[in-house]
Each structure stands twice: as structure tokens, then as C-alpha cells.
């Protein structure tokens, strides 16, 4: 950390039990990219039929990854919402976009490592890729407080479950050479 244009990243997402996963990317720039089951980056391309599932490999090649694009520094976030009994309603993509796209989260207050955020409540990813309870208190201007308020007070009432991960990326163009990264 942090991550760096061209470093590269795969998605994994498993569940208990079969639900309707929801991904979206939170760029440094503010942006809101839909991840799944959208076609990455392209809100219209939505399947008018979603099945539930209990695991998500993105990219879908085992031997494939995504690059991270080039950029601002700043927050990148990726957000997991979990619906048990029906799809994310269509009516609220734009509730969704609009709600992370104006998180306002500040970008002159880097975070130094990875936050895992489920349900509200703050861990912290240690070596070995388990989540691990935060004792660690946080001023108030922190941007990963910005976004585990709105995640929990804004954007949970829309699914049953969710999961972020919250971390910092590195500004630069592409063409650096790719360190390679593995986040869950």
C-alpha cells in the first residue's frame, strides 16, 4: 500500500449462502464505477435477469487481473451490497451513485494501509487476509470515517449485507511497473 497505476488487482467475493452481489468502485477521483453484475464501468449494460450466487471471481479468468488506473491520489473504495431476497431495485442505482459519488471524502488525509469495513463496523487487514476488530480511534476529518457513516447510515438500508474495502492509491500515470496486488 498504496496501490499504484498498473498495479494489479483481482475480486473475490464469497458468501455463506447464495444472495444478489452488487459491486461498485469508488475511484480517488469520486467517481462511481459499477462493477458487478454491470459490465465494469458501463451502468447500462445490467443483466435484465440476475441469478444469486455464493462466490464472485472478477476477473473471471483465473489467470487474468485488472489494472489500476492511472490517476489522482487518493481513497479508492470498493463496495460489496448484498441482497438476500431480490436484485438491487433499478430504482436505486442512481441512489447509489449519487450517495457515493458525494461522499466528499477528502483526499489531502491519506490513509497508510487498507480498512476493511462490514456492516458498519471497522477491522483491519493483517498479513494473513482475516479482518481483525480496529481498537485504533481516528480523528474526525478522517476520510474512512466519512465513508464508514456513509455506508452505514446511507447506503445499507438498501441491501441486507455489505462489505467495503477502503484504501489508498498512489497518483501517477500508466507505464510503472506493475508491483501486483492482491486484495480480498
Known amino acids: 500500500m498504496p496501490v499504484r497505476a498498473d498495479d494489479e488487482i483481482r475480486i473475490e467475493a464469497r458468501l455463506n449462502r447464495p444472495a444478489y452481489l452488487h459491486l461498485f468502485w469508488v475511484g480517488s477521483d469520486a467517481k462511481v464505477a459499477p462493477t458487478f453484475p454491470w459490465q465494469p464501468g458501463h451502468w ?6 440476475e441469478q444469486k450466487r455464493d462466490h464472485l471471481d472478477l476477473p473471471e479468468r483465473a489467470e487474468a487481473a485488472w489494472e489500476i488506473p492511472a490517476g489522482r491520489p487518493g481513497i ?7 441482497r438476500e431476497e431480490s436484485p438491487l431495485p433499478r430504482k436505486d442505482e442512481e441512489t447509489i451513485a449519487r450517495l457515493l459519488a458525494g461522499a466528499r471524502v477528502s483526499t489531502d488525509i491519506l490513509i497508510e494501509e487498507a480498512v476493511w469495513l462490514e456492516n458498519g463496523r471497522e477491522g483491519t487487514i493483517d498479513l494473513h487476509d482475516r479482518a481483525a476488530p480496529s481498537t485504533e480511534t481516528r480523528k474526525s476529518d478522517d476520510p474512512v470515517l466519512r465513508i464508514r457513516w456513509l455506508l452505514s447510515q446511507q447506503v ?29
Open 44 to 49: 447500462e449494460t445490467r443483466p435484465a435477469q
Open 156 to 184: 445499507r438500508p438498501l441491501g441486507d449485507y455489505q462489505q467495503a474495502i477502503v484504501f489508498p492509491k498512489q497518483g501517477g500515470t500508466s507505464g510503472t511497473t506493475a508491483r501486483g496486488c492482491h486484495n480480498r
Open 76 to 82: 479508492e473504495t470498493l463496495l460489496q451490497l448484498v
